[in-house]
């Protein structure tokens, strides 16, 4: 839950604040000159470009949430097993040993979106997030019977 709002309340001030830039852009549109024109109308392209980033990490959370929740309901998810420091963080070995058994998962049943997610839950437990999107990416694909990119 912590995490849903501290998403809701980041995704509002970005809103916000791309609300101002672009009050900016037009501000400088609407001086007329041909500098603050085309400052104006790149002032206007990056909350353009930052609405439609927000946008699909939204959709992209959204979409890995009913996948997590749909797993959940199927008893799917995998279980905590992941040994932790004294302050709470994954141990680096342990993830790597979780992170083996899912990447074996994985390979048997490579066309299965569960074993995907379980392996993109692996990553994000390793820290490696590039790789966890992917894999999240990857899970969603072949839930919704998309085409798959290698």
Avoid: C
Wanted: no cysteine; proline share 4%; aromatic share 8%.
């Amino acid at each position: 839950m912590r995490a849903k709002l501290t998403y809701a309340i980041t995704a509002a001030v970005l809103v916000i604040y791309f609300v101002l830039v672009g009050s900016r852009g037009v501000m400088l549109i609407q001086t007329g000159t041909l500098l603050t024109v085309t400052f104006g109308v790149a002032v206007l392209i990056l909350p353009v470009i930052g609405l439609w980033f927000l946008w699909k990490n939204t959709q992209f959370v959204r979409r890995a949430n009913q996948l997590a929740a749909e797993l959940d309901a199927q008893g799917g998810l995998p279980v905590d097993e992941l040994k932790r420091t004294p302050g709470g963080r994954i141990d680096r070995d342990s993830a790597d040993e979780v992170f083996a058994k899912r990447k074996a998962e994985t390979e048997a049943a490579p066309d299965d979106w569960r074993s995907w997610f379980r392996l993109a839950i692996a990553y994000h437990d390793a820290r490696d997030t590039p790789r966890a999107r992917k894999a999240m990416q990857r899970a969603i694909a072949l839930h919704d019977g998309k085409p798959v990119q290698a």
